[in-house]
């Protein structure tokens, strides 16, 4: 009967974690991936909603530009990390409200916003000296 038993409880849990994989929803996440080349840096924000919302991009102070995207942003994409970065412009970014901040390592750069779809949709903001 213990065999029997443990069959059944086998067979019970592999249905059970094939049922959870199917119904289960993928996560939905705003991606950030760092390039550097040369003397510019690239920051690419992927959205996995597949919308490519409408943002603004501003520089806010000496070393310091902001990326404004809509209000319920965070309703349908996840909050990226607060991150550093090697590159020889970008330093960090970091999240507040609806926006991400972009430190950059000196006040002597300018910036370039792109939107591209790769499929999904993204935003490029490449910092150039």
């Known amino acids: ?3 029997k038993s443990a069959k059944i409880t086998l067979w019970s849990l592999g249905l059970a974690l094939i049922a959870g994989l199917l119904i289960a929803a993928p996560a939905q996440a705003l991606r950030v991936t760092f390039n550097s080349k040369g003397d510019s840096d690239r920051l690419t924000f992927s959205f996995d909603s597949g919308k490519l ?3 603004s991009v501003s520089r806010t102070g000496k070393q310091n530009v902001v990326i404004t995207f809509p209000d319920t942003i965070w309703d349908s994409e996840a909050k990226p990390s607060p991150k550093d970065f090697p590159g020889k412009l ?3 970014i970091r999240t507040s409200g609806n926006s991400i901040q972009i430190v950059t390592r000196t006040s002597g750069f300018g910036y370039i916003k792109v939107p591209n779809d790769y499929g999904k949709g993204a935003v490029c903001f490449t910092a150039v000296p």
């Open 53 to 55: 919302p409408n943002t």
């Open 1 to 3: 009967m213990t065999v």
């Open 90 to 92: 970008v330093k960090s």
